[in-house]
């Protein structure tokens, strides 16, 4: 059971979680993306093209953001999961310049794992702060 202050739920917009999980937790101001892959909402599969499969995970934040009232300048601390830091990063870096130009860019950590769902090379978790 959770809390009635907690909100879990998953945006129609966006493709169904491959397993038992949510896309979103709201908690107070607080808003937390699960880690989101590279998945074509139309068809629940990751796209080919490694900077496309990059830049759809921005583009999944961006609906998730939105289905609570939220934009990616909301994004209050980034996580992200990759399996080979050299090759991966910089498209990581990129993509998220053509979503925050300059700057300000939100906090970030970044990781290399020895694998992910589906044999993913990146993925992405996110919170968001949402002001009073």
């Known amino acids: 059971m959770h809390s009635p202050q907690l909100k879990y739920h998953s945006p129609a917009e966006l493709f169904e979680p491959t397993g038992p999980w949510s896309i979103l937790a709201e908690a107070g101001p607080l808003v937390f993306l699960a880690g989101l892959r590279g998945l074509d909402p139309a068809t629940s599969r990751l796209l080919d093209d490694p900077l496309e499969r990059t830049r759809q995970i921005f583009i999944n934040m961006q609906l998730a ?7 990616l300048n909301a994004v209050m601390r980034l996580t992200v999961f990759v399996t080979d ?10 993509v998220q310049r053509e979503f925050w130009g300059d700057g300000p860019y939100p906090p970030r950590t970044i ?7 589906q044999d993913d090379f990146v ?5 968001l702060y949402r002001p009073a």
């Not at 830091?85 to 870096?93: E, Y």
């Not at 990781?111 to 769902?117: A, D, F, H, P, T």
């Open 85 to 94: 830091m050299k090759a991966h990063r910089p498209l990581v870096n990129q």
């Open 123 to 127: 993925e992405v978790e996110a919170t």
């Open 65 to 71: 953001a939105r289905s609570v009232g939220l934009d």
């Open 111 to 117: 990781v290399e794992v020895s694998g992910l769902n």
